[in-house]
């Protein structure tokens, strides 16, 4: 199971931090990954974390301005969501895969999504 939390209703330029508790399943034998569906759209790759933390990717879209990261301890991944702009409004989805990689095709567990909200 995936629970992520965090999202909510911010101004342009502002920030937030998701975060995405893990239960049920070895937490840390995962990769991590963050997705995002705007409304209308199709879902889309925001970034991916190894288990190890050593290896992440960014789309392009976001790079500079988010980063992932893990605590393999509290069996949480985050992502830390700066200079956030309206056209990062989305239902934002973690997901554990056995590799990094931004195919969501290889996600073998999601979680529930929380809603981030960019006002201009």
């Known amino acids: 199971q995936l629970q992520a939390s965090g999202g909510g209703l911010v101004q342009a330029g502002g920030s937030l931090r998701l975060s995405c508790a893990a239960s049920?399943?070895?937490?840390?034998?995962?990769?991590m990954g963050w997705f995002r569906q705007a409304p209308g759209k199709e879902r889309e790759f925001v970034a991916t974390i190894s288990r190890s933390s050593g290896t992440t990717y960014y789309a392009n879209s976001v790079k500079g301005r988010f980063t992932i990261s893990r605590d393999n301890a509290k069996n949480t991944v985050y992502l830390q969501m700066n200079s956030l702009k309206p056209e990062d409004t989305a239902v934002y989805y973690c997901?554990?895969?056995?590799?990094?990689?931004?195919?969501?095709?290889?996600?073998?567990?999601w979680g529930q999504g929380t809603q981030v909200t960019v006002s201009s």
């Open positions: 049920g399943w070895t937490f840390s034998s995962y990769a």
């Open positions: 997901a554990a895969s056995r590799s990094t990689s931004p195919r969501e095709t290889f996600y073998d567990y």
